[in-house]
C-alpha cells in the first residue's frame, strides 16, 4: 500500500484509538487523536485547521465502526460498550472529506482546429456546442454528456473526465449526487475498495471493528487470529512468521490458525464438487473464496448464481473447522481484503471479527509491540504449498488441478481473471461461449488477493516471499495434508 498522507491520517487515527482501549482510557482521550494528529502550528492540507478536525472526527467515528455524524466521545463510548453495528455498510463516504469534485465530464482541449465540417456541433442531440474565438465550446447547461462529440471529433480533440472513485468502479456504484458528493448504492457495491484506494482525498474508509475487538480480548475471553495466507512480509521485510505469531499472541490471542489450511480444504471440497457437476450438470463452475468476485456474479449477473462454487471460502472453512476444536472460540480473520468484513456477516457460525493487515499493523502500534523485537516462537505452517499459495496468480485453480490430478481426473479447462472489470467481461465471454472454460477463478483485486487494499507490503515483494515460504512446506500434496484431509470430515463446507 503506498504510503500517502491519507494513509498517514488513517493509521494515526487507528492507533490512537489502539493505544487508548488498550490503555481503558478511550473516551476520555479521544480528542488528544484529534488535536495531535491535526496541530495549530502544523502543516495543512486542507484550507485550515478547523476543516482538517472536521475530516479527522469523519475518519475516527468510521473506525469505530459507527456513523459520522456522532460527537466523537459518545462514539467511543458507544463502541467501547456495545456489540458492531452490523446494519452500517461496510464502506461509506466520509462527507467532510469529499471535494465535491467540479468536474465537467467532457472538455475541449487545445487541440480543436475549428474545422469546416462541425461534426461535434451537427451530432449534438441538444445543440449545446457552438464556435467562440475560432474553436468549439460546450454549454454546460445544455449538455446531457452523452459523449457523442468526442466519439465524432476526427482530431480527439474532445475529451473525457470522470472523478477517480467512479473510474475505479467497473459496476456503477458510486456516483455524484446532486451535491457533487460521492454516493455509494449498496446494492451495487460488493465491497472490493477500489474507490477508497482510488479517492485522492481520502473521502472513502471502511468502518472498523478494532475497538470492539480489543474490548474482546481485554474480557478474557478466547480470540483465535486467523492469519490469511499473505501475512508473509506484511509486518516488515525481515519479520518472520515465528515473529508475527509470537507478537499477535503478546496482545492477548489465544492462538493463531492460517487460513492455507482453510484453502486447503477449500481446494479438497471444490474437487469433489467439480468432479459432481461438470459437465453432467453444468458447463461450468467458478471460484467462490473471493467475496467481491462471488458478490459481483450475485449483484450484477444473478441469473448465474447457480455457477457459483458452493464451496465456503477458506476464511469459512478455517473458522468453522477453529470452532470445532474450540467451541467458546471468538474468531478474528486477519488479511488484505475489505470485502471480508461483509462476509463474515453472512457467516457469523464461523467469523466474528475481520481485520486487515493495516489494522493488525495499528494495533501491535497501540500496544507498544514491535514485531521485529519480538523473540519468536516454535512455529511450523500446517498448511501445504498449494493451500499458501491461494493469493497467488492461478493459485485456486493450480490447488484444485491439483487436488482433481490427485483424485485421477485430468486437467480441466481452466480461466483466470483479476479485477472486477476483466473478470465481468472474461465471465460473459465464457457464458457466451467464447472461451473454453470449465473452471473459472476470479479475483477482484487486479493482481488478486496479494493486492488487497488493506496489505502493508509491495505485492511483488509478497509474491516472492510467500513463493518461498510454500515451498519450505512439509505437506507437498493436498490428500497429504493430515490436517485438512481431516477437517473437511468434521466441517460443514457447504455454503
Same mark, same amino acid.
Given at each position: ?139 454546460? &447547461? ?76 481485554? &474480557? ?41 489450511? #482453510? ?24 471460484? &467462490? ?19 457459483? &462454487? ?131 477463478? #476470479? ?53
Amino acid at each position: 500500500m503506498e504510503l500517502t498522507e491519507v494513509t498517514k491520517f488513517r493509521r494515526a487515527v487507528l492507533t490512537g484509538l489502539a493505544k487508548f482501549t488498550w490503555q481503558g482510557t478511550l473516551p476520555e482521550h479521544v480528542y488528544d487523536i484529534l488535536y495531535s494528529v491535526v496541530t495549530e502550528d502544523g502543516p495543512r492540507v486542507r484550507c485550515c485547521v478547523h476543516k482538517e478536525r472536521a475530516v479527522l472526527k469523519n475518519r475516527i467515528n468510521m473506525a469505530l465502526g459507527l456513523t459520522v455524524d456522532l460527537n466523537i466521545v459518545e462514539a467511543s463510548t458507544r463502541a467501547l460498550a456495545e456489540p458492531v453495528n452490523k446494519e452500517l455498510p461496510i464502506i461509506d463516504v466520509l462527507p467532510e472529506a469529499c471535494d465535491q469534485c467540479p468536474i465537467d465530464k467532457f472538455l475541449i482541449t487545445d487541440a480543436c482546429r475549428h474545422c469546416v465540417a462541425h461534426k461535434c456541433m451537427n451530432k449534438c442531440p441538444k445543440q449545446a456546442i457552438s464556435i467562440h474565438q475560432n474553436r468549439a465550446y460546450i454549454d454546460k &447547461s445544455k449538455c446531457i454528456e452523452c459523449g457523442m462529440c468526442k466519439k465524432v471529433c476526427p482530431y480527439g480533440a474532445i475529451i473525457e473526465v470522470s472523478r477517480p472513485c467512479e473510474r475505479a468502479c467497473p459496476l456503477d456504484a458510486i456516483t455524484a449526487g446532486a451535491d457533487r458528493k460521492a454516493k455509494i448504492d449498496t446494492q451495487k457495491c460488493v465491497q472490493c475498495g477500489a474507490c477508497r484506494s482510488a479517492c485522492p482525498f481520502g473521502a472513502i474508509d471502511e468502518r472498523s471493528s478494532i475497538v470492539q475487538l480489543i474490548q474482546t480480548i481485554k &474480557s478474557g475471553q478466547q480470540v483465535y487470529a486467523l492469519l490469511a495466507p499473505s501475512f508473509i512480509g506484511q509486518l516488515g521485510f525481515k519479520v518472520t512468521p515465528e515473529q508475527i505469531v509470537a507478537a499477535i499472541k503478546k496482545m492477548g490471542f489465544a492462538g493463531v490458525e492460517e487460513v492455507a489450511v #482453510g484453502a486447503d480444504m477449500a481446494a479438497l471440497h471444490e474437487a469433489e464438487e467439480f468432479m459432481e457437476k461438470v459437465p453432467a450438470q453444468q458447463s461450468f463452475i467458478t471460484s &467462490s473464496c473471493c467475496s467481491s468476485f462471488v458478490s459481483l456474479i450475485k449483484q450484477h449477473l444473478p441469473e448465474h448464481i447457480d455457477k457459483i &462454487s458452493t464451496t465456503v471460502s477458506p476464511m469459512v472453512a478455517c473458522g468453522r473447522y477453529v470452532k470445532t476444536k474450540y467451541p467458546d472460540a471468538v474468531t478474528v480473520f486477519i488479511g488484505p481484503c475489505i470485502a471480508k468484513k461483509g462476509e463474515a456477516r453472512q457467516f457469523a457460525d464461523a467469523i466474528d471479527y475481520v481485520l486487515t493487515f493495516e489494522e493488525l499493523f495499528c494495533m501491535l502500534e497501540g500496544a507498544g509491540i514491535d514485531p521485529a523485537a519480538v523473540t519468536p516462537e516454535e512455529y511450523a505452517t500446517k498448511a501445504s504449498g498449494f493451500g499458501i499459495s491461494f493469493p497467488l496468480h492461478k493459485g485456486v485453480q493450480g490447488a484444485v488441478a491439483h487436488a482433481l490430478q490427485e483424485a485421477g481426473r485430468p486437467e480441466p479447462a481452466m480461466h483466470y481473471a483479476s479485477g472486477l472489470e476483466h473478470c465481468l467481461e472474461d465471465l460473459q465471454k465464457v457464458i457466451d461461449g467464447k472461451i473454453k472454460c470449465e473452471l473459472f477463478e #476470479g479475483m477482484a483485486c487486479d493482481r488478486g488477493c496479494i493486492d488487497g487494499p488493506g496489505g502493508l507490503t509491495e505485492p511483488g515483494l509478497v509474491t516472492v516471499l510467500l513463493k518461498k515460504y510454500a515451498a519450505e512446506a512439509q505437506q507437498k500434496k493436498l490428500h497429504d495434508d493430515n490436517e485438512a484431509v481431516e477437517a473437511v470430515k468434521k466441517v460443514d463446507m457447504k455454503v
